[in-house]
């Protein structure tokens, strides 16, 4: 996907917002383009992460906030280790996330916010990730009920996805993680 920055959507504030939350210095950034070698997305995204970086610099707006690599980022954090300035790339990227979701940014195709929304759901009940939960959630959300369904027998044949959820887990330990960040981001409100 291509990134135009809009005259009347330029949003001066948006570098030093994002260095504020992720707590990184993107001056240093020289574009060497090291980041965009290892990411295992950007060959789909169009949108590799020194993009990202410079579109920030440029002065990008909503438009970036709306980019596939926002959502589609894996936060392998291979970015970051082979950045030669140790620019925190996966917290930049984070905090545009936590951007779009506030400003209600339009979600790209696939709807990946309501992904990474059912993914933490799901964390949050059973301790771990149950990927069917995630799975008909989001099938539900986006109304692609029989999308890729043909896949599924072949997946439950080699155990690639289990009918119940998780087990072993320690739930409470986890609701406390996510009630705590709940009232850190109250706090900061
Ligand atoms: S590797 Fe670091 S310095 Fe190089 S383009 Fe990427 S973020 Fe910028
Ligand atoms: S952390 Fe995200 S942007 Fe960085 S290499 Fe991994 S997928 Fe790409």
Redesign the pocket.
């Known amino acids: 996907m291509t990134i135009r920055i809009k005259k009347d959507k330029t949003s001066p504030g948006l570098l030093r917002t994002v260095e504020k939350l992720a707590d990184v210095d993107?001056s240093?950034?020289?574009?060497?383009?090291?980041?965009?070698s290892g990411c295992p997305v950007s060959n789909l995204t169009g949108a590799p992460?020194?993009e990202i970086?410079?579109r920030l610099h440029l002065c990008a707006g909503n438009e970036l906030l709306a980019s596939d690599l926002v959502w589609m980022c894996v936060s392998c954090e291979t970015?970051f280790v082979?950045?030669?300035?140790?620019?925190d790339?996966p917290s930049v990227i984070d905090a545009l996330r936590g951007l779009a979701v506030e400003q209600k940014t339009p979600a790209p195709e696939g709807n990946m916010p309501l992904f990474n929304r059912v993914f933490l759901k799901t964390v949050e009940m059973f301790g771990r990730t149950y990927d069917l939960g995630m799975i008909v959630a989001h099938k539900i959300g986006t109304k692609t009920y029989m999308k890729d369904a043909e896949k599924f027998p072949g997946m439950l044949r080699k155990r690639k996805i289990a009918l119940l959820p998780p087990r072993g887990a320690d739930r409470k330990m986890v609701k406390r993680i996510f009630d705590s960040v709940r009232r850190a981001k109250e706090k900061q409100k």
């Not at 240093?28 to 965009?36: A, E, G, H, S, Y």
């Not at 082979?82 to 620019?87: F, L, V």
Request: glycine fraction near 4%; proline fraction near 9%; charge should be positive.
């Open positions: 993107l240093v950034c020289f574009q060497c383009k090291k980041c965009d992460p020194s970086l410079r970015c082979r950045c030669p300035m140790g620019i790339i």
